[in-house]
């Protein structure tokens, strides 16, 4: 491969000098070789056919003749320099030919001209070998080759979507989601999964699409409990409280007494009975179940960056991930570590507060 770059940066700087010699050429004229005497000339002939054919008279003709013939001989007196080499055309040549010549030696000097290529198949299975070493975008690289090669398994795509939302990204995560759900139609919890993201999306609010979604999740599973958390939040949301509470209380029924959302449910149970209506919805915060399905990839994240903290991408990951889980104490702790770390890259910055903005 050095080879073919090598040859390729002599061929540009040969082209250069070919364009730039020839233009030279043609600007160097042999000696006596002046242009003015072939237009004078040329001036000569077209007033003498003009008075072949009874258009110019013979006065004019003969004092037109008589002023182009004085040009003609103060244009042949005038010497005219021999040609030769130009300085400004040597600077020309070697400023054309400079770069590309400069740029290989730079590469074998700083680069790896003795590398081996490293094809993406090779990079894909090193992703997949060590994934705790990839990226995000490496992850989701070997998770999109995962489900190419088991198009019946819906797994792969449910973990893209949740390394998707981790990073912030909805509408991708959607899409994972319904790819998902298209292989595997009867699993109430993709199904639910999906409904929560396309929530999350709309600022808190179920849609007619997600409440259509809800509904089959709970067709499939009658204990889906982010299906019937949300079914009630749009019956209370839609005016009929009594049947979203009902729905809130059987499932506060149904979950153990050890279980963090059910002291959750409760107050918010309690808040909608005391005023009729639901609180303020937290836009970017899963509520149920799907907090805690990405909560472990956002912890190892987290983990990751504390022994490797040189990763500027991972903190913007980190600090956004925070933000779609309504975590905004672990966020700010996150963005102020990471503005420490990177205080003087404004570009890192600039990237850290966008991701830091509600619904970023």
Same mark, same amino acid.
């Given at each position: 491969?050095?080879?073919?770059?090598i040859?390729?940066?002599v061929?540009?700087? =040969?082209?250069?000098g070919?364009?730039?010699? $020839?233009?030279?050429?043609a600007?160097?004229?042999?000696a006596?070789?002046?242009?003015?005497?072939?237009?004078?000339?040329?001036?000569?002939?077209? #007033? /003498?056919?003009?008075?072949? @054919?009874?258009?110019?008279?013979?006065?004019?003709?003969?004092?037109?003749?008589?002023?182009?013939?004085?040009?003609?001989l103060?244009?042949?007196?005038?010497?005219?320099p021999?040609?030769?080499?130009?300085?400004?055309?040597?600077?020309?040549?070697?400023?054309?030919?400079?770069?590309?010549?400069?740029?290989?030696?730079?590469?074998l000097?700083l680069?790896?001209?003795? !590398?081996?290529?490293?094809?993406?198949?090779?990079?894909?299975?090193?992703w997949?070998?060590?994934?705790?070493?990839?990226s995000?975008p490496?992850?989701?690289? !070997?998770?999109?080759?995962?489900?190419?090669?088991?198009?019946? /398994?819906?797994?792969?795509?449910? $973990?893209?979507?949740l390394?998707?939302?981790?990073?912030?990204?909805?509408?991708?995560?959607?899409?994972?989601?319904?790819q998902?759900v298209r292989?595997?139609?009867? $699993?109430? /919890?993709l199904?639910?999964?999906?409904?929560?993201?396309?929530?999350?999306k709309?600022?808190?609010a179920?849609?007619?699409?997600?409440?259509?979604?809800?509904r089959?999740?709970?067709?499939?599973?009658?204990a889906?409990?982010?299906a019937?958390?949300y079914?009630?939040?749009?019956?209370?949301?839609?005016? /009929? #409280?009594?049947?979203?509470?009902?729905?809130?209380?059987?499932? #506060?029924?149904?979950?153990?007494?050890?279980?963090? @959302?059910?002291?959750?449910?409760?107050?918010?149970?309690?808040a909608?009975?005391?005023?009729?209506?639901?609180?303020?919805?937290e836009?970017?915060?899963? $509520?149920?179940?799907?907090s805690?399905?990405? =909560?472990?990839?956002?912890?190892s994240?987290?983990?990751?960056?504390a022994?490797?903290?040189?990763?500027?991408?991972g903190?913007?990951?980190?600090?956004r991930?925070y933000?779609?889980?309504?975590q905004s104490?672990?966020?700010?702790?996150a963005?102020?570590?990471?503005?420490g770390?990177?205080?003087?890259?404004?570009?890192?910055?600039?990237?850290? =507060?966008?991701?830091?903005?509600?619904?970023s």
């Open positions: 491969m050095i080879g073919l770059w040859a390729v940066a061929l540009a700087a =040969a082209a250069a070919l364009v730039l010699g $020839r233009a030279r050429g600007a160097a004229r042999p006596g070789e002046n242009p003015d005497l072939a237009a004078y000339r040329r001036a000569l002939a077209e #007033i /003498d056919e003009l008075a072949d @054919r009874d258009l110019l008279g013979s006065e004019e003709r003969a004092a037109t003749r008589a002023e182009i013939g004085r040009r003609l103060r244009a042949a007196e005038r010497p005219t021999p040609p030769g080499r130009s300085s400004r055309a040597a600077i020309l040549l070697l400023a054309a030919a400079a770069p590309p010549l400069l740029a290989a030696g730079l590469y000097v680069g790896s001209p003795l !590398a081996i290529d490293q094809p993406f198949r090779a990079r894909l299975a090193h997949r070998a060590v994934p705790e070493r990839a995000a490496e992850l989701a690289a !070997a998770l999109r080759a995962v489900a190419a090669e088991r198009p019946n /398994d819906p797994e792969p795509r449910r $973990r893209l979507a390394l998707d939302l981790s990073l912030g990204d909805l509408d991708d995560a959607a899409h994972a989601l319904r998902a292989i595997a139609p009867a $699993r109430a /919890d199904l639910a999964m999906l409904g929560e993201i396309l929530v999350v709309a600022r808190g179920v849609d007619p699409d997600a409440e259509a979604i809800f089959q999740a709970l067709a499939v599973d009658p889906s409990p982010t019937t958390y079914l009630g939040r749009a019956d209370i949301a839609s005016g /009929d #409280i009594a049947s979203g509470l009902t729905l809130w209380r059987g499932l #506060i029924a149904h979950l153990r007494p050890s279980d963090p @959302r059910r002291g959750l449910l409760q107050a918010e149970a309690d909608v009975s005391r005023t009729g209506a639901l609180p303020s919805p836009a970017t915060a899963p $509520r149920v179940d799907l805690r399905a990405i =909560a472990g990839m956002v912890d994240l987290a983990s990751r960056l022994a490797h903290p040189d990763d500027p991408s903190w913007v990951r980190l600090v991930a933000g779609v889980l309504g104490g672990e966020q700010a702790a963005l102020t570590r990471a503005r770390l990177f205080a003087g890259r404004p570009d890192v910055l600039d990237e850290l =507060a966008a991701a830091a903005r509600p619904g």
